[in-house]
C-alpha cells in the first residue's frame, strides 16, 4: 500500500487531475454493487441490525460526498489567454476618385483628378516645359454653359481644370472631329482635371450629358 500510495501521489498532486474523481466514483460504484447484489440479494435480512443499518448509511454517505468533492475539485476551469491583442495601426482613408474616359487617340492620354474650390475665370494657357494650363467653370446658377466658348493651348501636355459648382452635374469632354480623346467624370460641387497631349490644330470641348451640348455647353480648344 505505501508503494502505491507514493506512485499515486504526484499524479494525484497534479492541477486539476481527474484521478480523485475516478478513485471515489470508482469505490462508490464499488460499494453500491456489493451492497445491492452482493449482500442484498445473498442475505435477505441484510443489514440487519440497527448499527449494521447505520453503519451501510454512513459509508454511504461518506463516498457519495468523497465522490462530489472531488468532482467539484477536478472540475476543468478556463484558463486564461495569455495573449496579447495585437495592435492594429490605423491607415488614413484612400481617396476614391472616379476614373476619367480612356482616351481613343495613340496619340492623347487623359488623366482627371478629384479637387475642391470655386469657379475660376478663363486663363491663357502657361507656356513652357511643364505644358499649357487652361481653366474652364459650369455656370454657378444653373445655366447650361460654361464660362467661355474659346481655350487657346500650346502642342504638348495640356491641362484643363474645369469647376463645376452649379447644382447640375456636368463634365468637360475634349474632341477632334467625332474622336473622343478624354473627359473628366461628371460630377459637381467641386474641381476636376483633365490632361491631354495634343498636336497643333482645332479641337471642341463639351459637356457629355445628354442635352448639355445641345443647349449650349461647347465651345472651341486652339491649340497651336
Not at 465522490?67 to 478556463?78: C, I, L, M
Request: glycine share 8%; proline share 8%; aromatic share 4%.
Amino acid at each position: 500500500m505505501h508503494t502505491i500510495a507514493l506512485q499515486l501521489a504526484p499524479v494525484l498532486a497534479a492541477e486539476k487531475s481527474k484521478v480523485p474523481f475516478y478513485i471515489a466514483g470508482g469505490v462508490l460504484v464499488a460499494w453500491a454493487l456489493i451492497v445491492s447484489l452482493g449482500l442484498g440479494l445473498r442475505k435477505p435480512d441484510f443489514p440487519g441490525s440497527l448499527a449494521g443499518q447505520r453503519a451501510v448509511m454512513g459509508i454511504s454517505v461518506v463516498l457519495v460526498l468523497a465522490a462530489v468533492t472531488t468532482a467539484v475539485a477536478t472540475s476543468s476551469v478556463p484558463a486564461k489567454s495569455s495573449t496579447t491583442p495585437t495592435q492594429t495601426q490605423e491607415l488614413p482613408p484612400v481617396p476614391v476618385v472616379s476614373a476619367p474616359v480612356p482616351a481613343s487617340s495613340s496619340s492623347t492620354t487623359s488623366e482627371a483628378t478629384a479637387t475642391t474650390g470655386t469657379p475660376a475665370p478663363a486663363s491663357s494657357p502657361a507656356a513652357g516645359k511643364a505644358g499649357s494650363s487652361l481653366t474652364l467653370a459650369a455656370d454657378p446658377a444653373g445655366a447650361l454653359a460654361y464660362n467661355t466658348k474659346e481655350l487657346s493651348a500650346k502642342a504638348g501636355t495640356v491641362t484643363i481644370t474645369m469647376t463645376n459648382m452649379s447644382p447640375l452635374e456636368h463634365n468637360v469632354t475634349v474632341a477632334e472631329g467625332t474622336k473622343v480623346l478624354g473627359a473628366t467624370p461628371t460630377f459637381k460641387g467641386g474641381s476636376m482635371k483633365l490632361t491631354l497631349k495634343l498636336k497643333p490644330g482645332k479641337y471642341v470641348f463639351y459637356c457629355s450629358v445628354p442635352g448639355h451640348r445641345q443647349a449650349g455647353m461647347e465651345g472651341t480648344l486652339n491649340v497651336s
